[in-house]
């Protein structure tokens, strides 16, 4: 049987999974890590097969502080400005690194699941593209935390911010601004993290959804629109209903027709009615939209 363990290529992630790796090979499984091409050598001597995948743009394969790529060096230059220096560095590397070419991760992350086939997948908590890939893959996982504890935030804290510090680790308002920046780093991720894993309307589905534009979702209500709309509720029940004319242009035609006798003309009024409201707050004034 086969485990999937799955790093950054860094040493300091990788060596806490590793540990982990042994005891599943010891139990007698064929242990392979997916991780960057610098940690390869490591990873063949500890005994593990290796598989190439890209989680960053950044690498730091060795222990020596002096080693590694620009972005770890610094790091290391900004640790000599000081504590809340180094929290706000982090914090905004946060804002751009974390979920690094995700269409990318989730591609090649799928390659290997489907050549490996494993049966556990074990992955650093902390690699949030890989963590997106396997949800968006739909593959189950371990979450693997290599680090400190507080890299969970209980509610009410954040990442990145220290609940707890020594006397005189900062003044306030250098604390004040620590937490915001932190707050926002937070907020953005989560955004990009939850849009990513929103698949973009097809072509087909923005024929169906301007064309239920003037449903309201009142009772009694048996307009065309409202069919198309309620369609959209009962497809969660049955899905033969109409999730393919969200993939097929004229499979989703074909559903206005049924609905108007027509496919053109009601995409036409939905779609300057959506305009119309849309100019409407423009100016100032209230949408107008049916059932707001």
């Known amino acids: 049987m086969t485990a999937l363990v799955v790093s950054p290529d860094y040493v300091s992630h990788y060596l806490p999974l590793s540990a982990v790796g042994s005891a599943l090979r010891d139990a007698g499984r064929e242990v392979v890590v997916a991780t960057g091409a610098g940690l390869r050598g490591r990873v063949l001597a500890d005994g593990f097969g290796h598989v190439e995948l890209r989680l ?8 020596e502080t002096e080693s590694g790529d620009q972005a770890t060096r610094d790091f290391l230059a900004v640790t000599y400005e000081g504590m809340v220096a180094t929290l ?17 991760v989730t591609g090649r992350l799928g ?33 693997f935390l290599p680090g400190h504890p ?11 911010y220290p609940a707890r510090r020594p006397e005189g680790f900062a003044e306030e308002h250098e604390l004040a601004a620590l937490r915001a920046l932190c707050d926002r780093a937070a907020r953005v991720f989560t955004r990009r993290f939850n849009d990513t894993l ?21 009772p009694g209500n048996d307009s065309p629109q409202q069919r198309i709309a309620d369609l959209f509720i009962e497809n969660f029940n049955d899905p033969a209903l109409i999730t393919e004319a969200f993939h097929d242009k004229e499979k ?3 559903t206005v ?7 053109r003309l ?3 009024k939905g779609a300057l009615g959506i305009a119309r409201g849309q100019l409407r707050q423009k100016l100032g004034r209230p949408a107008g939209h049916p059932g707001t």
Do not use: M
């Open 266 to 268: 009601p995409f036409l």
């Open 56 to 63: 960053g743009a950044g690498s730091n394969a060795r222990t």
């Open 150 to 160: 507080c890299q969970l935030p209980p509610p009410g804290q954040v990442f990145g």
């Open 88 to 104: 706000e560095h982090q914090a905004r590397r946060r804002l751009h690194d974390l979920l690094w070419d995700p269409e990318h």
């Open 257 to 263: 027709r049924g609905a108007f006798g027509s496919s």
């Open 198 to 218: 929103l698949e973009r309307l097809t072509p087909a589905g923005r024929t169906l959804l301007v064309s239920q534009y003037g449903s309201d979702g009142k």
């Open 111 to 143: 390659e290997i699941v489907d050549g490996l086939r494993p049966e556990l997948v074990l992955s650093d908590q902390l690699a949030f593209g890989a963590s997106l890939a396997l949800r968006a893959l739909g593959v189950p996982y371990t979450a």
């Open 252 to 254: 989703a035609r074909e």
